[in-house]
């Protein structure tokens, strides 16, 4: 790998869980101001994480009275994505295990994201705010093709849960599986779903399955990042959760939560809050350090 810098410190934190073997392992780089895109990229090819975060200096103006105001980028091992959920929540948790608990603020390419990161029980919990959602229509089509690409028949989708586009920071093509079964049976042409989402500006497919009025079953096929899953996804959970409100499928201010990971032995868990009044999305979680 050639660096146009001095290597930096990549830190491992997973997010989502407080077991290093649990939830979604990111890499986090708390200093990133020497580093090119193609640095960036390359470190986070190397690392092989769904995605690593880089710090960098804020914009002028951004944050409040009491908040730390950073700078974040973050990179697949094949491309930069707008947002990552996860990675924010292990970039917060890195950072306050070093400068303490608190209000942080993370510009992103979608836009500004506030994070609370609070100490309960010396654990930390990490919960961002995310940008403004908006869910959409896909068109018949490509709906047909997703399916097909992931191997499954129309008829295993819950019919009560409509497959739309939602985005609340990066877009997600939400489809709910019928049962547990067809969730947990995941074997999809890669080639033919990462071409999909790249033509549609895809960065997940979120996979759900509703076990109770408040609690689901998530997972996230991630091809265009270069990998075949993604552990636990909070930009998904977010989008999720919008779209969840806005097709009345949970009330419009409810606390979800969402397992994931549990299929590939990585268990999560993201709690999804929405707010009556209030279009964004928070979704909070523990973090740890890897190591």
Known sequence: MMMNAPRPEVLRYTAFSSDPEGGNPAGVVLDAAALDD????????????????????????????????????????????????????????ALAERTGPGRLVFATRAGAVPVEVAEENGTLRATLTSVEPYVGEIADADLAEALAALGWPAADLDPAFPPRIAFAGARHLVLAAATRARLADLSYDFARLEALMHRLDLTTVQLVWRESAAVFHVRDPFPVGGVVEDPA???????????????????????????????????????????????????????????
Do not use: K, N, W
């Open 38 to 93: 193609g640095d960036m990229l390359a470190l986070a090819a190397d690392l092989g994480y769904s995605e690593t975060a880089f710090l960098t200096a804020p914009p002028e103006g951004l944050g409040g009275p009491g908040e730390r105001a950073y700078g974040i980028r973050y990179f697949s091992p094949r491309a930069e994505v707008p947002f990552c959920g996860h990675a924010t929540v292990a970039t917060a948790v």
């Open 233 to 291: 996804t909070g930009a998904a959970a977010a989008a999720f959760g919008a779209y969840a409100r806005e097709l009345g499928l949970v009330p419009e201010a409810a606390v979800l939560t969402l397992h994931q990971g549990e299929d590939l032995g990585r268990p999560g868990e993201l709690t999804v809050t929405l707010r009556a009044g209030d279009p964004r999305v928070r979704v909070g979680g523990t973090g740890t350090r890897i190591g």
